[in-house]
């Protein structure tokens, strides 16, 4: 089972909106609503961003926000902000385990 | 708030078996509609799910690491616990131990939350 595929980077300038894509296989992202998003810090633990494509936890700024279309999910960071800089890592039920799990390789998001 | 906190040895030696404990503290792991999970992340790598836990034991390993996995879990004390046997220099990692929630009854799939993370290595 192959990772997920993400941009190694993404960048924005200050308030602009950015978006990262994650693209899995009919196996995982395309067969299930499902799809997680992490952000990760660097040194630090991941943090849950986005659950099941679209639900954002309490706590999370609502500049965040996902989406799913087939095989590709995406996150959307608007109104970015310096604190948005960090690692992003999806992640996607997948088929080919029971409660099986396959994560992206990560994208850098830089603000410029 | 539930916090999880790695723990066990940061230097694992080539061939031998690594062994983490991930300490559970401020609500039960026997709790219905939860599992526990572990996830590595070798250096300047992406993330890799490990395997699966739930309360009464039932466990679901990610295939590529199946044959050298065992997690298990003591409700007495509140823990979960990872063995990966048979180590190579492959194996160092930051390993994490995450919450997740029971997608076959909840229909929600998520990992949070997340223990800080242990790093291990492996070296002779």
């Known amino acids: 089972q192959s990772a997920l595929t993400q941009p190694a980077s993404v960048s924005g300038s200050l308030g602009q909106s950015i978006t990262i894509s994650c693209t899995g296989t009919s196996n995982d992202v395309g067969s299930y609503n499902y799809v997680s998003w992490y952000q990760q810090r660097p040194g630090k633990a991941p943090k849950l961003m986005i659950y099941d494509v679209i639900n954002r936890p309490s706590g999370v700024s609502n500049r965040f926000s996902g989406s799913k279309s087939g095989n590709t999910a995406s996150l959307t960071i608007s109104g970015l902000q310096a604190e948005d800089e960090a690692d992003y890592y999806c992640s996607s039920y997948t088929a080919y385990s029971t409660l099986g799990e396959v994560f992206g390789a990560g994208t850098k998001v830089t603000v410029l | 708030q539930l916090q999880l906190q790695e723990s066990g040895p940061g230097l694992v030696k080539p061939s031998e078996t690594l062994s983490l404990t991930c300490s559970v503290s401020?609500?039960?792991?026997?709790?219905?509609?939860?599992?526990w999970g572990w996830i590595r992340q070798p250096p300047e790598k992406g993330l890799q799910w490990i395997g699966t836990?739930?309360?009464?034991?039932?466990?679901y390993y990610n295939s590529s690491l199946k044959s050298r996995v065992t997690i298990s879990v003591d409700t007495t004390k509140n823990q979960v616990s990872l063995k990966l046997s048979s180590v190579t220099a492959a194996d160092t990692a930051v390993y994490y131990c995450a919450r997740r929630s029971d997608v076959l009854t909840a229909f929600s799939n998520r990992f949070d939350p997340w223990g800080q993370g242990t790093l291990v290595t492996v070296s002779s």
């Open positions: 836990i739930s309360y009464s034991g039932k466990t």
């Open positions: 401020g609500g039960s792991i026997s709790i219905s509609g939860y599992y």
